[in-house]
C-alpha cells in the first residue's frame, strides 16, 4: 500500500532532551512537509524540502532541524531550544508532477515533554 | 498575507439535521482551496479542492462550494460518522513552495 508512515505514535521527551520523528513516504512524492498542531490552532509549517538534500525554513522552524537524504524520508529532530515542543506532529507530501497540488497527511505523532 | 477564518468554531447537529460549515478567505490570488476532514488523534484526510469561483464538488453527504471570498462546505442529512474537525486551507499562486494556509477548523458534533 502507498502512503506516508510516521513514527512513533507517541513520544515522550525529558527537558534538555534532542528527539527525532520519522516520516516516510512510498508515493514518490517530491517535496515533503512537517507540521505542528495546537489544540485550537491551525496547522503551522516547520521545515518543508522540494528536492532531495535541499530544504526551507516555515513560520515557526527555530529549536527544529531537518534533512532529507533519500526522497523517501524526511526527518525532524526537536532540540532542546524549543522551548515548548509539547504538540501534534504532521508530515505531509505532494505530488509537484500532478495538475492538483494535494498534500497528503501521515497519522502523525504526539510529542509530550515530560 | 494569506488568511483562513472558519466558522463556527463548533457546531452541534442531531443526525439528519442538513448545515453547513464556512471557510472565509483573503490571498494575493488563489491557486486551490482545500478541504480536508480530521478525526481525534489522526492525520487530516484530504476530501476536496476547488479552484475557481462558481466550482462545486460533491462526495457522499458532502458538497463544497467556492465564491470569490468563501468556500462552504454543506453537509446533507449527516450521520454521527460525520463527526471530526473539518479543515480548509488555502494556496496562492507565486507560492512555488506548494505551502498552504490553514484555518483553525470546525469542530463537528453528529448526534444520533
Known amino acids: 500500500d502507498g502512503g506516508i508512515t510516521q513514527s512513533p505514535k507517541y513520544l515522550f521527551r525529558k527537558e534538555g532532551q534532542n528527539v527525532t520523528l520519522s516520516c516516510e513516504q512510498n508515493l514518490n512524492h517530491d517535496a515533503m512537509y512537517w507540521y505542528r498542531q495546537d489544540p485550537g490552532q491551525g496547522l503551522r509549517l516547520i521545515y518543508y524540502s522540494q528536492i532531495v538534500n535541499d530544504f526551507q525554513k516555515g513560520d515557526i522552524a527555530e529549536g527544529y532541524s531537518v534533512s532529507r537524504e533519500k526522497k523517501e524520508s524526511f526527518p525532524l529532530t526537536v532540540t532542546s531550544a524549543q522551548k515548548n515542543p509539547t504538540a501534534f506532529y504532521l508530515c505531509a507530501s505532494i505530488d509537484r508532477s500532478a495538475s492538483t497540488d494535494t498534500q497528503y497527511f501521515g497519522p502523525g505523532t504526539r510529542l509530550t515533554v515530560l | ?112
Do not use: M
Request: aromatic share 10%.
Open chain 2, 1 to 112: 498575507e494569506d488568511q483562513v477564518t472558519q466558522s463556527p468554531e463548533a457546531l452541534r447537529l442531531q443526525e439528519g439535521e442538513s448545515s453547513s460549515l464556512n471557510c472565509s478567505y483573503t490571498v494575493s490570488g488563489l491557486r486551490g482551496l482545500f478541504w480536508y476532514r480530521q478525526d481525534p488523534g489522526k492525520g487530516p484526510e484530504f476530501l476536496f479542492t476547488l479552484y475557481s469561483a462558481g466550482e462545486e464538488k460533491e462526495k457522499e453527504r458532502l458538497k463544497a462550494t467556492l465564491t470569490k471570498k468563501e468556500s462552504f462546505l454543506h453537509i446533507t442529512a449527516p450521520k454521527p460518522e460525520d463527526s471530526a474537525t473539518y479543515l480548509c486551507a488555502v494556496q496562492a499562486w507565486g507560492a512555488g513552495s506548494y505551502q498552504l494556509t490553514f484555518g483553525k477548523g470546525t469542530k463537528l458534533s453528529v448526534i444520533p
